[in-house]
């Protein structure tokens, strides 16, 4: 398990996510979502936890609505970021990258959980995503 991001520039937009969006978008994929509203830093605003196929996930709300941190396997954490873009106005630009920023990828609003996993392939290999 590694923690990823997907996020928006929040001085692009006074948009911001909100949790209710969010979370029944992760209970009908994953039924067991254990929704926990404590706020316990800037960066942990909402959390949701569950299991997925490939172990437990956790992803949480930065306070500010912007970015969501994804505690997962890179193929939930891909889904996870695809939920997150499907939230937010095509017109802001979603990046889903990894904590360590070792790959930064632009989401589009259509795109799949396997096409972000096939770009962040390519970018692994070392070619363009």
Known sequence: MATFLVLFDDSSTTWRIEPSALTPLLQDIWADT???PT???EARGFTWGF????GPAETYLHTDG?????DAALTDAAQIACIFRDCVPGS???IFCAQG???DLAITPDTTPAE???K???WACGRPA
């Not at 299991?51 to 490939?54: I, K, L």
């Open 51 to 54: 299991q997925t196929s490939r």
């Open 34 to 36: 254990v929704v926990d």
């Open 116 to 118: 972000l996993l096939a």
């Open 39 to 41: 706020i316990r830093s």
């Open 120 to 122: 962040e392939n390519r």
């Open 101 to 103: 920023y070792n790959f």
């Open 92 to 94: 802001i630009e979603v």
């Open 66 to 70: 912007t970015c969501l941190y994804i």
